[in-house]
Every structure is written in C-alpha cells, then in structure tokens.
C-alpha cells in the first residue's frame, strides 16, 4: 500500500519557521537573558524565538501525519517585488523627506503588490493609512519625528 503524499506546503512553512527561529535564538545567545523578574535584552526575542520554533513544530508535524493538502504553488513575484521594497524605501526616506511623505509613498509601493489594486484605491489607501498613522503616532503617542524633512521645499 503506497504512503499517502505529504502536505508541501505546510512542510516547507514549518521548516522556514523553525529556520527562522533557530537563527533569530542564536542571534540572542550572546546577550544577558535574565529571568522573568529581572529581564535582560535577550529575554524577549530568546522567548519569541522559542514560541516561533515550536509554533513552526506543530505545523510541520501536522503536515507529516496528515493528508496532502494543496501543492505548493508558483512564487508570488510581484508580491516580493513590491513588498520587501517598501520598509526599506521608508527607513532610507523618513530623515529626508519625512514621516508624511515616505509613509504615503510606501503606502503606494505596498499597495501595488496586488495586481487587483487599482490606481485610485490605492491612492485612497496611501491617504488613510498616511493620515491615521500621523494621527496616531504624531499626535496622540507624541512620537519626535519631523512630518516633513529637509529635503523638502517647504
């Protein structure tokens, strides 16, 4: 009688979990973890570190005793492409051209990782998510960041 076929998918996510946790673990292992009382700056990334891993465990052991699930599907490269651009695009802006303008043109370059997002909501979404984020991190939490930089006209 033939094995049933394992889940991919879930196989390759618990793996890159664990991976990821492992390394992230070993990152931690020169700094002071402390106790739960008396934390260090290792304490917290050690323990979600261990959460990661185990949560990575329970998934790829799910995937090895149960039936085969969808195949593991093409590469999303318009995701990737879009995606891991942004956060990078707003940390080498933010000191220049300031919080507003990087965050709504970030909101932008996100939003194009979609190919069902259109032109004009995604500009709806670069505005709100631009608007309410100054709101909340400007205003009301009073974090010391300028709105607008120096590289900026006005």
């Known amino acids: 009688m033939a094995s049933p076929s394992r889940d991919t998918t879930d196989i390759t996510t618990g793996a890159l979990l664990m991976a990821a946790a492992a390394f992230f673990g070993w990152q931690t292992a020169g700094l002071n973890i402390g106790t739960a009382f008396r934390m260090g700056p290792g304490y917290f990334p050690m323990i979600l570190s261990g959460l990661l891993f185990l949560l990575g465990l329970i998934i790829l052991l799910k995937a090895l005793k149960g039936p085969a699930g969808e195949p593991l599907g093409a590469i999303a490269w318009r995701g990737m492409l879009f995606i891991l651009p942004a956060p990078i695009f707003f940390g080498l802006t933010v000191r220049g051209l300031g919080f507003v303008p990087s965050l709504f043109i970030t909101s932008l370059i996100a939003a194009m990782a979609s190919a069902r997002m259109k032109p004009l909501p995604a500009l709806l979404l670069a505005v709100v998510v631009t608007i309410f984020s100054t709101l909340v991190f400007s205003y009301a939490l009073g974090l010391?960041?300028?709105?607008?930089?120096?590289?900026?006209?006005?």
């Open 144 to 154: 010391p960041f300028r709105r607008f930089g120096p590289w900026l006209p006005f």
